[in-house]
């Protein structure tokens, strides 16, 4: 006989959406919905709700939007809705008292095939590192992060060509079927939760700031073309030249061979391409966006400016 299963739905950003949309088209019932309280955003600073907010509202689901997950009166009101499991989608750390109190427990959608990739960036951090193949993992929470007992895995495969973006919204998806799959499992007793493999735990996924995204032009074309995908198009990689910030979006490994004193030195025809000295080869790059600038094609940036002397670094 399947359990009666009441769902609450944490998470706050795009990402999480479909994981929400597939348990309510699935028939589940999801009692509450958990999110981010709204944000300034915009020229006008005005509040602006969180996407897991607005696909609540659209589903006439009771909001919360808690400042402090610890508050007594938060969890009172949690409390209230009677659930008997919570679904976490990119959603913040929760204390032990959140976690621990769902009778089916509370389990966690990840992007990366833990134990790998632990962390806020696994997405990033995957293409970042050259990998081939990623996928989405559901797991019991605990106390560290990331480290709960693994439920379900689903593989992905990383192409050649695939930016941050490409790979966000495929994994966005299969996650949300995963999500579903796994809500199935535990309302008809059919899971065995297993611990995770320490030594699988080969990189790990921090969160990504500013300096992170800069350029190492010592490194090989290959990893510094990766690295641009695993950034492409938010938050971008970036080099400093002239004094100026270039984000760059998109890179291929060149062929081209030229006279070069150093890395990071550009080589250009001044029409149709710009290539940069790497470690071990040129770099070619396709779209950039140079400081007070729009995002635009190589070609458009050597119709209006001189490359003579050039040097990313």
Request: aromatic content about 8%; charged content about 20%; glycine content about 6%.
């Amino acid at each position: 006989m399947p359990k009666d299963i009441r769902i609450v739905f944490m998470g706050t950003p795009e990402f999480a959406v479909p994981s929400l949309e597939a348990l309510l088209q699935d028939g589940h019932q999801v009692v509450a919905v958990v999110t981010a309280p709204d944000k300034p955003a915009g020229r006008g600073l005005q509040l602006k709700a969180s996407a897991v907010k607005e696909c609540a509202l659209a589903h006439h689901l009771p909001v919360l939007q808690p400042t402090n997950l610890k508050d007594p009166e938060f969890l009172s009101t949690l409390l209230s809705y009677e659930a008997n499991l919570q679904v976490v989608v990119a959603f913040r750390m929760l204390p032990e008292s959140i976690w621990s109190y769902p009778a089916e427990g509370t389990f966690n959608l990840h992007a990366s095939l833990l134990p790998n990739y632990r962390g806020a960036a696994p997405i990033n951090w995957a293409i970042m590192n050259g990998e081939t193949e990623t996928g989405c993992t559901t797991f019991f929470l605990k106390h560290e992060i990331d480290t709960g007992n693994i439920l379900f895995q689903e593989k992905e495969p990383i192409y050649a060509e695939d930016t941050v973006a490409q790979l966000y919204e495929r994994l966005m998806h299969k996650g949300a079927q995963l999500v579903c799959k796994t809500v199935r499992a535990i309302r008809d007793e059919k899971i065995s939760p297993i611990p995770q493999d320490e030594t699988l735990a080969r990189h790990a996924a921090p969160k990504i700031h500013k300096e992170t995204c800069r350029i190492d032009w010592n490194k090989s074309a290959q990893a510094i073309n990766n690295f641009v995908r695993g950034l492409s198009p938010i938050p971008a990689a970036w080099s400093l030249a002239n004094d100026k910030q270039f984000k760059i979006y998109k890179t291929s490994v060149t062929g081209r061979i030229h006279a070069a004193s150093g890395c990071g030195q550009v080589v250009s025809d001044g029409k149709k391409f710009l290539d940069v000295a790497t470690g071990d080869g040129f770099l070619s790059i396709e779209e950039m966006q140079p400081e007070g600038k729009k995002r635009m094609s190589v070609e458009e940036f050597l119709r209006g400016y001189q490359t003579a002397g050039l040097q990313f670094n």
